[in-house]
């Protein structure tokens, strides 16, 4: 009998043992997930995210910020990085040599102006004079090619400073006198030119050329469509959180300064401030979209086809829900 009862006792404890072992087993490991994010506006419009890092049960978000265009297209062609905020073309260019990430949503609806050293009554009167840009080629160019043409400026000249950084020290010494201006660079010459003009504000001539009533999609949102596929409810909270960092920067400017400026420490918080309304801020899914990015790769295609890889993104490219 004492037997039986050892031997039973044996029994319930094993099966207790297993019990309890499989209710204690370690959780799964979380799933890495790589952001990649150009300094400037894009780096500014994620701030929140950045800084705060809201969680994603199950997954650890890593977000990395590349110091140049040829990095990030690293990126895509290995796919090293999920998710991927970049130049519109740039997705675009990356899809159409076959690799498979699609265009979630707009988060950079143009940045760009023209500033001058003195007032200019119209643009037209920018006809024969000379202008300072950067990347000859690039999509600023045919952009600024553009709008000057659609403004009926003619015999200008382009000058190209080898470097974006070069723009700011040419034209606060005097040696531009006209300049192409990205933000937050136009924040800091205001506060230490606060007499500059701004002669062109890309995204008022961008409405008026197209007819369309919002600017030209300047950044984009990528994610590589295998970890899309296997991950959709993470891709639907991180579009959320994404949505409202971007709106957050618009409603917490002084923060986002803050913010920005302790991880970009050259740049004073309150010039980051500064350029926030300047900076076109705004998570816009594809789906509403669509029509501006169609047209602007339209012109980008025209301008010369290597701008978006060689044709027009397919319908793939475009990820609605």
């Known amino acids: 009998m004492l037997k039986k009862i050892m031997i039973a006792a044996m029994v319930i404890s094993i099966m207790i043992t297993a019990i309890t072992g499989c209710s204690e087993k370690s959780p799964a490991e979380p799933i890495d997930v790589k952001v990649m994010i150009p300094k400037g506006t894009p780096q500014l419009a994620i701030i929140k995210m950045v800084t705060e890092k809201p969680q994603f049960k199950g ?38 040599k076959g690799i ?7 988060i950079i609806w143009g940045s760009l102006y023209l500033v001058g050293n003195e007032k200019t009554g119209s643009l037209e009167e920018l006809s024969g004079k000379e202008t300072y840009s950067t990347g000859k080629g690039l999509t600023t160019d045919v952009l600024l090619n553009y709008l000057l043409k659609t403004n009926g400026v003619r015999d200008y000249t382009i000058k190209y400073a080898s470097a974006a950084s070069e723009l700011t020290p040419l034209f606060l010494t005097g040696k531009s006198n006209i300049s192409l201006m990205p933000e937050p660079a136009l924040s800091m010459v205001l506060s230490k030119k606060p007499e500059t003009e701004i002669v062109m504000d890309f995204v008022t001539e961008w409405k008026k050329a197209t007819g369309l009533d919002k600017s030209y999609p300047q950044a984009a949102v990528f994610v590589n469509e295998a970890f899309r596929s296997s991950n959709a409810k993470f891709m639907n909270d991180f579009n959320e959180e994404l949505k409202k960092a971007a709106d957050w920067v618009n409603e917490n400017m002084e923060t986002a300064g803050t913010y920005y400026s302790q991880i970009e420490p050259g740049l004073p918080a309150e010039v980051i401030t500064a350029s926030i309304p300047r900076s076109n801020i705004q998570y816009i899914l594809t789906e509403d979209a669509k029509q501006s990015l169609i047209k602007y790769y339209e012109i ?19 990820f609605e829900k």
């Open 59 to 96: 997954y650890d978000v890593i977000y990395e910020f590349p110091n140049s265009n040829d990095l990030l297209a690293s990126m895509f062609m290995n796919e090293e990085a999920q998710i991927i905020l970049a130049p519109t073309n740039l997705g675009a260019i990356i899809h159409n």
């Open 100 to 106: 498979d990430y699609r265009l979630h949503g707009v």
């Open 300 to 318: 980008l295609l025209e301008d010369d086809p290597a701008n978006i890889g060689g044709k027009m993104p397919d319908e793939e490219f475009y």
